[in-house]
């Protein structure tokens, strides 16, 4: 253990010894976090529509304005025909396109049905659904005062209507921030762990200060402990710094126990550095360890669940999400922190992820050879 007690003392001067690293851990995290919520954000606003209204009558100007009044809609242009609104489209000003045919007034009192075209820019898949999506329900619930207004009173007794009442769980005001910070912090730990850990023995190898350390008699076991434990404290302190954004600017307090939270990450960060110091004693080059890291990090991030639900995902997605480490902080994080989970609700993702952290590390310390 003295032996252990004295990697530890080197590892910890070594950091210290470096203030650009130190800010860097500091700086990362509380700049991240401040600036990505702010950008990653699901709901789409500002969508340039084009109008080309065939009617010019109350029912298409009030339409019209009731549309724009919603927020999510810039009227990009009033067209005098299709053909001119679909030369915006292919020039990028609109997104989409609402055509209101002649004789639209006329037709909804009269015959109480008329049609209304719709063309979306599909370039971008999310903004165009949305959009579309956004301007459908508009026009139902405009649709929907028309028939109030103008049905008879004894034919709305008559008919049979569905009131539809729901509430948001977890996440009332449905504020995307309380849904995006949680994961982003899950992301910014498991970078900057994974990182710090894949470049740590690699370092050690171009410096030459490695050769020193495999002619003692240290034991492999207890050298993978002095690289890991270091970068598991600061792993701690990251997050901690995070927490801490989180409440001060967003004001998000996570509802279950802070104890069951740090008790899920103590055991992550043993998974993720795991991971950087085993991808660490297979390179030789901090290069090498960078893109290495880096490609792993990203199937974690997109496979993860953070911007796509996993359970959209094709099949072969999904086997690789189950092995995923981040799926399952992410997944944790908003338990505890919106949903307020317990640690018996979160036993299930500690024991997948204790046995993530064994194979990594068990396999790390197996593949460090001592040899000068």
């Known amino acids: 253990m003295r032996i252990l007690k004295f990697l530890l003392e080197k590892e910890f001067k070594q950091i210290f010894r470096n203030k650009a690293l130190l800010r860097l851990i500091i700086a990362m995290p509380i700049m991240q976090l401040l600036l990505l919520p702010l950008a990653a954000d699901y709901e789409i606003k500002n969508i340039n529509l084009s109008v080309v209204d065939n009617d010019h009558s ?35 000003e609109a997104d989409l396109i609402l055509e209101i045919p002649a004789g639209f007034e006329r037709n909804l009192v009269r015959e109480n049905s008329q049609q209304v075209l719709i063309a979306v820019n599909a370039i971008n898949g999310t903004k165009a659904n949305i959009g579309a999506s956004y301007l459908n329900n508009i026009i139902k619930n405009y649709n929907q005062k028309l028939r109030t207004k103008f049905l008879d009173a004894s034919t709305q007794n008559q008919s049979m209507v569905i009131d539809i009442t729901y509430s948001n769980w977890y996440n009332p005001e449905m504020d995307y921030k309380s849904f995006m910070v949680p994961g982003i912090l899950a992301l910014l730990v498991t970078i900057i762990g994974g990182f710090l850990a894949a470049l740590n023995i690699v370092r050690e190898k171009e410096i030459g200060t490695i050769e020193q350390i495999n002619v003692t008699p240290i034991r492999k076991s207890y050298f993978i402990l002095g690289k890991l434990i270091p ?104 338990m505890i922190i919106l949903k307020g989970s317990g640690f018996m609700d979160i036993l299930p993702h500690i024991g997948i992820i204790s046995f993530i952290a064994l194979v990594f590390n068990t396999w790390a310390i197996k593949n460090y050879r001592k040899t000068t």
């Open 58 to 92: 109350s029912f298409s100007q009030q339409l019209v304005s009731t549309i724009i009044a919603s927020g999510y809609f810039k009227l990009a242009d009033y067209s005098q025909s299709y053909s001119q609104s679909l030369e915006l489209i292919e020039s990028d």
């Open 231 to 334: 970068f598991w404290v600061i792993g701690n302190v990251v997050f901690t710094i995070g927490l801490l954004v989180s409440w001060l600017v967003y004001g998000i307090i996570p509802v279950g126990n802070l104890l069951v939270l740090y008790s899920f990450i103590w055991v992550y960060l043993l998974a993720v550095l795991g991971l950087g110091l085993l991808i660490s004693t297979y390179c030789e080059t901090q290069q090498q360890a960078m893109f290495i890291n880096f490609f792993f990090i990203m199937i974690f991030i997109l496979l993860g669940g953070l911007f796509t639900s996993i359970d959209s995902m094709p099949g072969w997605a999904k086997i690789i999400a189950g092995v995923n480490p981040v799926s399952y902080i992410i997944e944790v994080f908003r």
